[in-house]
């Protein structure tokens, strides 16, 4: 299975497993909220390592640490350095679900909350 592949089923599953939560307004048990927190910024790192020796990036000395705090910024520039205009698109291919999960989160906070809005 290749690497993207892996990475972007378990952002999804990842998606899944947090829209109740934030939904029902509840805070997650200490696992769940553990995943929830690191295993994104993990799965971003895991994957940038393994893309850079393919692709033989060679970044600064703690890159992988810096990308683990500030992936979202940070996603966006290695794949825009590595691949061009290319790496653009994957960029919006990566963040699509994050777009689309605010919106089914908006779409059920809605549903949930509609008597109880003032």
Do not use: N
Request: charged share 15%; aromatic share 16%; net charge positive.
């Amino acid at each position: 299975m290749p690497p993207w592949l892996l990475c972007s089923a378990l952002w999804g599953a990842l998606a899944v497993f947090a829209v109740p939560y934030s939904v029902y307004h509840t805070d997650p048990s200490g696992v769940a909220r553990l995943t929830l927190r690191l295993w994104m910024g993990l799965l971003v790192v895991w994957w940038v390592q393994r893309d850079a020796r393919e692709s033989k990036f060679d970044p600064c000395f703690e890159y992988d640490t810096f990308l683990f705090l500030a992936w979202p910024v940070l996603l966006p520039h290695y794949l825009i350095r590595t691949r061009g205009r290319g790496g653009l698109y994957l960029t919006i291919g990566l963040f699509a679900p994050a777009v689309m999960l605010a919106a089914i989160y908006l779409g059920l906070w809605l549903i949930v909350h509609r008597g109880h809005m003032p």
